[in-house]
C-alpha cells in the first residue's frame, strides 16, 4: 500500500513537498515514483528513484522537482519547486519491482492533488 500526502493549492513559483509513505511490501527492494495526470491529459511519469539513488526525471519537471526517499521510514518525497499552473495535476506515487525506471508499477497510491493559480 501507499498513501500519498502533502498536497495543496500554491501560486505560480511556489514550493510544495508531497511524500509517500509504503507498507506491506519490502520497500528496499523497489524503484519508487511518481506519476501525474492533469486534467484532461494522458497520465505522465515525472520521477523514479531506484533502490540504489539513481534517479530519473522527465523533462518538463527535470530541474524543478527532486525525488528522494528514506528507507529507514519506508517513505519517499517529491519537493516541487518553481511551480507553474501547468503542473496542476493529481500525484501518484507508485513502486515498481523489475523495472528502474518505474514503467511499470506494481503498487499505485491514491493520489495527492496540486493546484497551481497563476
Known amino acids: 500500500q501507499l498513501v500519498e500526502s502533502g498536497g495543496g493549492s500554491v501560486q505560480t513559483g511556489g514550493s510544495l513537498r508531497l511524500s509517500c509513505v509504503a507498507s506491506?511490501?519490502?520497500?528496499?527492494?523497489?524503484?519508487i515514483g511518481w506519476f501525474r495526470q492533469a486534467p484532461g491529459k494522458e497520465r505522465e511519469k515525472i520521477a523514479c528513484?531506484?533502490?540504489?539513488?539513481?534517479?530519473h526525471y522527465s523533462d518538463p519537471v527535470k530541474g524543478r522537482f527532486n525525488i528522494s526517499n528514506d528507507n529507514a521510514k519506508k517513505t519517499a518525497y517529491l519537493q516541487l519547486n518553481s511551480l507553474r499552473p501547468e503542473d496542476t495535476a493529481l500525484y501518484y506515487c507508485v513502486a515498481d519491482l523489475m523495472d528502474h525506471y518505474c514503467s511499470a508499477p506494481d503498487y499505485w497510491g491514491k493520489g495527492a492533488l496540486v493546484l497551481v493559480s497563476s
Open positions: 528513484i531506484n533502490s540504489d539513488g539513481t534517479t
Open positions: 506491506g511490501f519490502n520497500f528496499n527492494d523497489y524503484a
